[in-house]
């Protein structure tokens, strides 16, 4: 499989999920560790519009700022970071995640809101769970005033603001619900 090449100022879907489905997040303490290094890595070189992390995937819509070989580089030092310490805590070796992470460049503006919706909605559609109230994804960082590493402001613009954004999020998760419903 011929994996796409990153461009600077394109925004990209990338995500994994554990070899053979393996569970890549036990705890909430994986969870913060994992964004913890994101963080780190990541510093202006790429901007973060959404993540979710489940227990055996994750999604990261991320903006390059800088160019494709130097990202690459830092997405891979860090999922091989992340992959290390949870190798390291649960006593296991080999791989952790499935041989390379998977990106997909978004077309246009309107794929990159509908992304950023179903990215967001992750832990309804896999496990039912309130999307609101999750709390290893982005949607929480856009209705606080914390500070955080979640390009908030360009991403409520995206919408049209937080009204809309909030708006959008609850259209999708009804249509998510009368799709999942069974009499």
Avoid at 26 to 48: A, G, V
Avoid at 59 to 73: A, D
Avoid at 121 to 147: G, I, M, R
């Amino acid at each position: 499989m011929k994996l796409e090449v990153l461009e600077k100022d394109c925004y990209y879907h990338i995500f994994n999920r554990g070899i053979d489905g393996v569970t890549i997040f036990e705890n909430d303490n994986n969870k913060i560790y994992f964004l913890n290094q994101l963080s780190r890595y990541s510093e202006d070189k790429i901007s973060i519009l959404a993540y979710c992390l489940m227990s055996n995937h994750f999604h990261l819509v991320i903006r390059l700022n800088t160019e494709e070989k130097e990202v690459t580089q830092l997405l891979s030092n860090f999922f091989n970071s992340y992959a290390k310490a949870f190798n390291k805590q649960k006593n296991r070796t080999g791989s952790l995640f499935e041989k390379h992470f998977k990106r997909i460049k978004l077309k246009d503006k309107n794929y990159l809101k509908q992304l950023i919706l179903y990215v967001h909605l992750n832990p309804t559609h896999h496990f039912n769970l309130d999307f609101k109230s999750y709390k290893f994804s982005s949607f929480q960082a856009f209705l606080s005033n914390k500070e955080t590493k979640i390009v908030r402001d360009e991403v409520l613009e995206l919408f049209g603001g937080l009204e809309n954004f909030l708006f959008c999020h609850n259209q999708k998760n009804n249509l998510l619900n009368e799709t999942y419903t069974f009499e």
